[in-house]
């Protein structure tokens, strides 16, 4: 087995430079790689362009990024929970690239998949086909987009062994297996990092030759967004 | 008496069919799974990556980990099952979802919906809601007749940016189902104790009104 463990996010985090293309996995704050993103905060590297379904809240997850100014171009589908964002981008000083949820989703796959284009019904006819090749496929229209080209994914998995394998959590999986196969480096945080042998092949979600650098997380937050409940009767 | 946000749920719920997969959106979309009618099975889906979406969770058995679409806690019941979002996605473009519901801004009378962005104000971005309307085969709006300065949502053309063209079919209000065709609205039931003449009056577009208008039953 090839062993892919490093010790913490720093040196997981090794090679990263301002001006960067990155993809963050997660869905609103579930999921998220939040030690990755506190290393990030930590080195103060900027011009970040970020590829993320979402941009966190104002003081959490890639919120964080945004309140040190050190994203210059988000790549998301929905970044409704954040002021600070909203105003950047209204103000112009953050640049945004609002790209339908399963284009964001296929886009990454299709990075990780050796496919460098793909044509999809969504945004026919919008603002988001503005530019774009469309065709007509068996009678609908479909609009023509490209996979990315990131230098790092940054994912975050519940368990994880020392050959990069991956098992993710409820709907903390979202993006993550995809960025995962995207990154030309990609780093996986897990919450316990265990020995080979210990996960059963079978239950895999991503395979470890998708993972460069491995590394046991610490301090994970977890913070939920709506917390919603019915009352113990 | 207009309906409130629970009856319009409640009254789209009556449009399920047996062994739909359905996926709700944010706002009054998500109340329709609590008025599912008797005797049918339907799963739905949040295209975070979740089949089977349950509950809201016992209090104290919250879990960060499990949470819809809009970000709210919930519950997977059994025979559910967890996805990535690509596989979510792949269930949305491929038709495996029956119907999707979801809010709007505007519809116009030819179909086309705008619910994502104001520009210059609100630019909160589509989420999923590009890829569900440009896929499904059913789409119902849930939606108030008019907006808060009281001008009609149903116009002839949309004035904000577009989320889809010429997908949108059915529409449940404040006030009525109308259903669209042939380039109108076409007036199906209005809201208990609403007359057409209100109904006429809140929609801008095209209203094509045949026949007497029964009252939704709720």
């Avoid at chain 1, 112009?92 to 949820?101: A, F, H, K, R, T």
């Avoid at chain 1, 979600?205 to 939920?224: A, L, S």
């Avoid at chain 2, 509950?55 to 997977?76: C, L, R, Y």
């Avoid at chain 2, 008019?146 to 149903?154: A, P, V």
Wanted: net charge negative; hydrophobic share 40%; with cysteine.
């Amino acid at each position: 087995m090839i062993n892919k463990v490093v010790s913490n996010a720093e040196e997981a985090l090794k090679g990263v430079t301002s001006g960067m293309e990155f993809m963050l996995g997660g869905f609103g704050l579930c999921g998220i790689p939040e030690n990755s993103i506190s290393e990030l905060v930590k080195l103060g590297v900027s011009d970040l362009t970020c590829i993320s379904n979402n941009a966190g809240v104002d003081d959490f997850g890639l919120g964080l990024l945004l309140q040190k100014r050190q994203i210059k171009k988000m790549i998301s589908s929905y970044v409704g929970e954040n002021d600070e964002f909203e105003r950047q981008m209204l103000s112009g000083e953050l640049e945004v690239d609002l790209i339908p949820q399963g284009t964001l989703a296929e886009r990454c796959r299709a990075t990780g998949a050796g496919i460098p284009a793909f044509f999809t019904p969504a945004g026919y006819g919008t603002e988001v086909a503005e530019g774009k090749e469309t065709r007509e496929f068996n009678g609908k229209m479909y609009v023509l987009e490209h996979a990315f080209n990131p230098q790092f994914a940054f994912v975050k998995a519940w368990k994880g062994d020392t050959a990069g394998n991956l098992i993710f959590k409820g709907t903390a999986r979202n993006f993550n297996p995809m960025m995962a196969m995207a990154g030309k480096i990609t780093v996986a945080e897990v919450e316990e990092l265990v020995e080979v042998g210990e996960l059963d092949p079978n239950q895999i979600h991503t395979p470890g030759i998708f993972v460069q650098r491995i590394f046991q997380g610490t301090n994970y937050e977890k913070r939920i967004e709506q917390r919603t409940v019915t009352p113990k009767s | 008496m207009a309906l409130s946000k629970q009856e319009i749920a409640q009254r789209i719920a009556q449009e399920l069919q047996d062994k739909w997969y359905v996926n709700l959106g944010i706002g009054i979309p998500t109340l329709v799974a609590n008025y599912i009618p008797k005797g049918i099975e339907v799963e739905f889906q949040s295209e975070n990556g979740l089949l089977g979406m349950g509950p809201f969770p016992i209090e104290g058995t919250e879990d960060a980990d499990m949470i819809n679409a809009g970000k709210q806690t919930v519950t997977v019941l059994n025979g559910g099952s967890l996805f990535d979002s690509a596989t979510s996605f792949a269930m949305i473009r491929g038709q495996h979802v029956q119907l999707t519901v979801l809010g709007a801004m505007e519809v116009a009378q030819n179909g086309d919906i705008a619910n994502w962005k104001i520009p210059g104000r609100m630019v909160k971005g589509m989420g999923g809601a590009m890829d569900l309307v440009a896929s499904a085969e059913n789409i119902i709006v849930a939606m108030m007749h008019t907006n808060k300065r009281g001008e009609s949502k149903l116009l002839e053309q949309c004035s904000l940016p577009l989320t889809g063209v010429g997908c949108v079919k059915k529409i449940v209000t404040n006030l009525a189902v109308l259903e669209i065709k042939e380039n109108a609205f076409h007036l199906i039931e209005r809201a208990p104790g609403v007359s057409v003449e209100e109904i006429k009056t809140a929609t801008a577009g095209k209203l094509i009104v045949e026949g007497v208008i029964p009252e939704m039953k709720l």
